[in-house]
């Protein structure tokens, strides 16, 4: 239950996200009313100072089916409201206590100029990345995660593993000039962004012709597993490799996540997904982003509150870390 204050002109504070000198502690404003940030953070122009810098990147592009993952940053920012007033679950306690998170806002992207938008996206995470914080993104279609990607490695100076959550592989071929959701792995790979063999998709239930030696629990074996043992799995798979961790919204079955660009029966619930990831705090945590949440073709809004969701678990496993003491800067 969110709290009150003791002025009954004023019983609640409204607009929290537009003061910047609150860093610390849980927004307790009420969940319809004020400016919508991502879980009421305050906005930022700057991550300079911050811990966590959540930004959007409302890229919609060469997309197969269903554009509208422009979208997506604004509509998980709005579900976000909902979490906001008590300890966050299932954690138990407030992630933003010693924690400073700011919402850095959304890229700009000239919409008429695709062919300039991986390097206007790597630019401006760049520049977040140079202050030290931790990125964590909201999107737009899953092509993002290449010029993240590309930012982060030149940040850390090493390449990561990759845990992506997905039902496709992402695999297409690419003679390194399309902007295409469906080829930023292969990309990835051949820029040596990503070490393949500590890497792995889990949820995957279609069949590409080049997996790279990345390793894969297809959708059906990750349900018969259940999400202890894919989280067990994919512990074991990456070890201590610095590790990017992306979770394509279609990885969920369309049952729990219709609002997205390629829904594929199959999939795993929410739930499944929330377990695993909560699970998953021990890697050497570099990075996230939640894409392809596409709130146009679902109405009710439940794919923007399962993006919010796990977004916010992210945020819990680098509290934790900071809490026991480990380093999340970048």
Not at 35 to 40: G, N, P, Q
Not at 129 to 134: E, R
Not at 251 to 279: E, H, K, M, N, Y
């Amino acid at each position: 239950m969110a709290q009150t204050t003791s002025d009954p002109l004023h019983p609640r504070p409204v607009d929290d996200a537009l003061d910047a000198s609150r860093r610390y502690g849980e927004s307790i404003e009420a969940n319809y009313a004020g400016a919508v940030s991502f879980l009421r953070r305050p906005y930022a122009r700057s991550a300079e100072g911050f811990d966590v810098a959540v930004w959007g990147v409302p890229l919609d592009t060469s997309v197969s089916n269903r554009p509208g993952t422009r979208f997506g940053p604004r509509a998980i920012r709005e579900a976000s409201t909902v979490n906001v007033g008590d300890p966050a679950y299932p954690f138990g306690f407030d992630i933003f206590a010693d924690m400073a998170v700011a919402d850095t806002g959304d890229c700009s992207l000239d919409y008429g100029r695709v062919e300039l938008m991986p390097d206007a996206i790597e630019a401006q995470a760049a520049k977040r990345l140079a202050t030290g914080a931790h990125l964590v993104t909201l999107g737009g279609d899953h092509f993002l995660t290449y010029p993240v990607l590309k930012a982060l490695v030149a940040r850390l100076g090493r390449p990561v593993a990759l845990v992506q959550f997905d039902a496709h592989q992402d695999t297409w071929d690419d003679d390194g000039r399309r902007i295409d959701h469906g080829t930023m792995i292969t990309r990835a790979v051949r820029d040596g962004l990503i070490v393949p063999e500590r890497s792995m998709q889990v949820g995957i239930r279609t069949h590409a012709p080049q997996d790279y030696g990345i390793a894969i629990v297809d959708g059906l074996l990750a349900g018969e597993m259940g999400p202890l043992a894919v989280a067990s799995r994919i512990l074991g798979h990456v070890e201590d490799t610095p590790v990017y961790v992306s979770f394509d919204i279609d990885c969920l079955d369309p049952a729990f996540a219709p609002g997205t660009g390629t829904p594929v029966p199959g999939g795993v619930s929410s739930a499944f997904a929330i377990s695993c990831l909560r699970r998953l705090g021990a890697l050497d945590l570099k990075g996230f982003d939640i894409v392809e949440v596409s709130p146009p073709y679902d109405h009710a809004g439940i794919t923007a509150l399962a993006g919010c969701a796990l977004a916010q678990a992210y945020l819990g496993l680098l509290a934790e870390r900071k809490r026991a003491g480990v380093s999340i800067a970048l």
